[in-house]
């Protein structure tokens, strides 16, 4: 089994940063892809970004392409999402996530390990 525990979330102004930390323990995953999800109030849950475990490589949502970074450090078993330029739509509790197997994904029924979210509200 995987734990995956979030921090970082907070009340931010409209165009300000916050940085996003999850730690994983238990089974190693980090070959496997880990990502980020997130859910507005009324909203489904949707993608955010995603990094592979081997290569590295990176995938974004539109919505936030170009404004949120994600990186990961294997050695200390954690993700992390750096949100610059925040804007209200931004508002939402944030989920880290982790796959069990190869290959990432942008839908959420294809992440085995979910975090128990922290929330990010943007004030404008």
């Known amino acids: 089994q995987v734990q995956l525990v979030e921090s970082g979330g907070g009340l931010v102004q409209a165009g300000g940063s916050l940085r996003l930390s999850c730690a994983a323990s238990?089974?190693?995953?980090?070959?496997?892809?880990m990502g980020w999800f997130r859910q507005a109030p009324g909203k489904e849950r949707e993608f955010v970004a995603a990094?592979?475990?081997?290569?590295?490589?990176?995938y974004y949502a539109e919505s936030v392409k170009g404004r949120f970074t994600i990186s990961r450090d294997n050695a200390k078993n954690t993700v992390w999402l750096q949100m610059n330029s925040l804007k209200s739509e931004d508002t939402a509790v944030y989920y880290c996530?982790?796959?069990?197997?190869?290959?990432?994904?942008?839908?959420?029924?294809?992440?085995?390990?979910w975090g128990q979210g922290t929330q990010v509200t943007v004030s404008s």
């Open positions: 990094i592979s475990g081997l290569d590295l490589s990176t």
């Open positions: 996530v982790g796959r069990g197997w190869y290959g990432v994904r942008k839908g959420p029924d294809e992440y085995d390990y």
């Open positions: 238990g089974r190693t995953i980090s070959s496997y892809p």
